[in-house]
């Protein structure tokens, strides 16, 4: 049993607080354990709860009318926190340590109760998985077991949440963390994967009197989109850093399609460098269909495709498009995560037309698309990226 003092008890909170789950919504993982602990323990309750400084939240509970909130005072798992021990009572009328709290003085009180402590991954107790009842009982030592046991998963779905949260911060890493601004142009994005991790990525480089922007995006989403993406910048990044645009998408392809036949997915790429002086843009669609110009005035147009995405045909040699970026002119290029917010096509260019007209910055453009895309759930990444000639 831990004696908990000031520094100890700041550790534990700090803790609880890196694991990013204090006020998340509900989630199956979490309940599907809590149902199978009331159902195996035959009891009226069961939940996770994780305890902050002066307060318990309720991460999952069956039986407990859809309770989140209350305070560590009336906490029965804040006894079991501060004893970092498994606390079973087998009759919560009588047990000192519980005097004064509502859930025992009120209506309908608890009588039986039964916490497990969870920890974080660096062991300092967070929360506890409880078990409570209406009337008195007992847990044998098999039935005790079973509760560490329970424990045991809830602990490693809160350290598996702190690894996605880990990731989720090295891809942000991965993409530019400011947006672009030169003489001429200015770039900026924004990525909003549906999970922790996606498969979209946005670049942007400067290359002497060219800038060059990116967006791909990988077929699937979560872990196993993520990390071909992560393969994607690599190559894509090399190849077309020292490449002419038509040898570039030639190498990456080369580099690229085993690992894409092997893993059973493709890329849609968009590939563009604009030249600084001239305006004069050469550009690559490998599949992606979701670039567009854009004008002041709401004028806008898409871009022609190169040919499929990456992965999808062997050896296949893209097209290089050139058109011109006229002043005041923005390119936009979005993943197909933001058609999911339209009826279709055509009104998702629509309504980025149009946003346009309202923005006086690539950066404000790239605000307005992405808070009007998370305006609702996302079932897709979405990504957007937007290049503005200036002068």
Sequence with gaps: M?????????ARVDALHALHILDTPREERYDRVVRLAQDVFGVKAAAVNLIDADRQFTKAETGLDGLVHATRADSLCARTVDRDAPLIVADAMTEQCFAGSS??????????????????????????????????????ERERRILAEMAGWVERELAA????????????????????????????????????????FYDWMVLGDEVQAMVTDVMGKGIPAALLSASARAVLRGTFQYNPPAEAMKRAAGALNPLLEEAGAFITAFIARVHTGTGEMSYIDAGHGLALILSP????????????????????????????????QTLLVVSDGYLDFFDDLEAAVATAAALNTLAGTAEELVTL???????SGADDDTTVLALRRTV
């Design 2 to 10: 831990q004696t908990h003092t000031a520094d100890t008890e700041a």
């Design 103 to 140: 859930f025992v003085t009120g209506e309908d009180p608890v009588r039986f109760y039964a916490g497990h402590p969870l920890h974080a991954p660096g062991g300092e107790p967070v929360g506890s998985l409880c078990l409570v009842d209406s009337v008195p009982r007992e847990l044998d």
């Design 161 to 200: 949440q702190m690894e996605l949260d880990r990731a989720e911060q090295i891809q942000r890493m991965l993409m530019p963390r400011t947006g672009l601004v030169t003489p001429a142009v200015e770039a900026a994005g924004r990525c909003l994967p549906a999970r922790s991790v996606g498969g979209d």
């Design 297 to 328: 005035d709401g004028a806008h147009r898409r871009l022609s495709s190169s040919g499929p995405p990456l992965g999808v045909v062997a050896e296949w040699i893209w097209d290089v498009h050139t058109t011109t970026l006229l002043p005041g």
């Design 369 to 375: 698309c992405s808070d009007y895309a998370g305006t």
